[in-house]
Nanobody
């Protein structure tokens, strides 16, 4: 059974940076695309970024393009999300997810396994 564990969330001032990490176990990490989603209170879970199985291609939500960077280290079974120039509207619980295939999806139904989430709070 695949397990995904996020870490790195916290409280940061607007304009600051955070790096989220997702540690994967129980599966063949390098065979699947990976993604980050976020969910604010009372809102749906939204796509943030995704990366193909070898990291050769990435996709970002318009709201984070140019500020966030997704990357992966298949040797360490780790997914990262570098978040810069954070805004209060970035406040949410951030989830990492494993794709159902090698290709990128941008909707939740394209992902089969999810972490428990890590809280990111950006103060103004």
């Amino acid at each position: 059974q695949v397990q995904l564990v996020e870490s790195g969330g916290g409280l940061v001032q607007a304009g600051g940076s955070l790096i989220l990490s997702c540690a994967a176990s129980g599966g063949i990490f390098g065979n699947y695309s990976m993604g980050w989603f976020r969910q604010a209170p009372g809102k749906e879970r939204d796509f943030v970024a995704a990366i193909t199985y070898r990291g050769g291609d990435t996709v970002y939500a318009d709201s984070v393009k140019g500020r966030f960077a997704i990357s992966r280290d298949n040797a360490k079974n780790t997914l990262l999300l570098q978040m810069n120039s954070l805004k209060p509207e970035d406040t949410a619980v951030y989830f990492c997810a494993q794709g159902r295939t090698r290709v990128i999806f941008t909707t939740t139904n394209g992902f089969g396994f999810w972490g428990q989430g890590t809280q990111v709070t950006v103060s103004s």
